[in-house]
Nanobody, 128 residues
Framework: QVRLVESGGGSVQAGGSLKVSCAAS????????MGWFRQAPGQEREGVSC????????NYAGSVRGRFTITRDNTKNTVYLQMDSLKPADTAVYYC?????????????????????WGQGIQVTVSS
């Protein structure tokens, strides 16, 4: 059974930092693109960041570029999202996603295309 489990969310004041993690089980990740999405109340889910199989290639949405950093550790089947200089507009439920083997890609705007599995989501709240 494939599972993606996010951790590390929570509440922080504007300007602060949080790091969320997503651990995958039931599959190996080293042949799959991975990404982070978020959904704020009343809004559609949007791509935040995406990373290629090796971790050498990353893409970000314009709203987070320069503040968020996506990384992965294939030995731990885990993808991370370091979020710095957080703003109230970053408040959302954050979801990780993974693509099929060699079947995904990242857009230049940080959206993972070809997602096959999703995590349950984790809340990130930024107060002003």
């Amino acid at each position: 059974q494939v599972r993606l489990v996010e951790s590390g969310g929570g509440s922080v004041q504007a300007g602060g930092s949080l790091k969320v993690s997503c651990a995958a089980s039931g599959l190996t990740v080293d042949d799959r693109f991975m990404g982070w999405f978020r959904q704020a109340p009343g809004q559609e889910r949007e791509g935040v960041s995406c990373i290629n199989m090796s971790g050498a290639g990353t893409n970000y949405a314009g709203s987070v570029r320069g503040r968020f950093t996506i990384t992965r550790d294939n030995t731990k089947n885990t993808v991370y999202l370091q979020m710095d200089s957080l703003k109230p507009a970053d408040t959302a439920v954050y979801y990780c996603a993974i693509a099929s083997p060699y079947g995904g890609r990242c857009t230049s705007a940080g959206t993972l295309i070809g997602s096959t599995h999703w995590g349950q989501g984790i809340q990130v709240t930024v107060s002003s």
